[in-house]
């Protein structure tokens, strides 16, 4: 019903800039909270960001100051720019949309496929 696409990710040295892109499309009537989350290998996947349907943000200690997360409703997109790169920030990012549902009015949390963001040191 609902699909979740994620671009931007790629290989950037330590210090370096990366902007992720999240599209939601499919049977949407509202866009409630967006938020990232990442999964290094061997680890658990854990919260990045999140952003509510009124702008309001969340930010993991580890990514404040370094990361910004947007969203633009008019095209269902959620953003997320990470500057000053570490390898620690080395994973898989996923994006994460709670929707509500255009023909049932049910909320459900839909995930992306991930995409892959390595940095070298």
């Known amino acids: 019903q609902v699909q979740l696409v994620e671009s931007g990710g790629g290989l950037v040295q330590a210090g370096g800039s990366l902007r992720l892109s999240c599209a939601a499309s499919?049977?949407?009537?509202?866009?409630?909270?967006m938020g990232w989350y990442r999964q290094a290998p061997g680890k658990q996947r854990e919260l990045v960001t999140t952003?509510?349907?009124?702008?309001?943000?969340n930010y993991a200690d580890s990514v404040k100051g370094r990361f910004t997360i947007a969203r633009d409703d008019a095209k269902n997109t959620v953003y997320l720019q990470m500057n000053s790169l570490e390898p620690e920030d080395t994973a898989v990012y996923y994006c994460?949309?709670?929707?509500?549902?255009?023909?049932?009015?049910?909320?459900?949390?839909?995930w992306g496929q991930g995409t892959q963001v390595t940095v070298s040191s």
């Open positions: 952003i509510t349907s009124g702008g309001v943000t």
């Open positions: 994460n949309a709670n929707v509500i549902i255009r023909t049932t009015l049910v909320s459900k949390h839909y």
């Open positions: 499919g049977s949407i009537f509202r866009i409630s909270a």
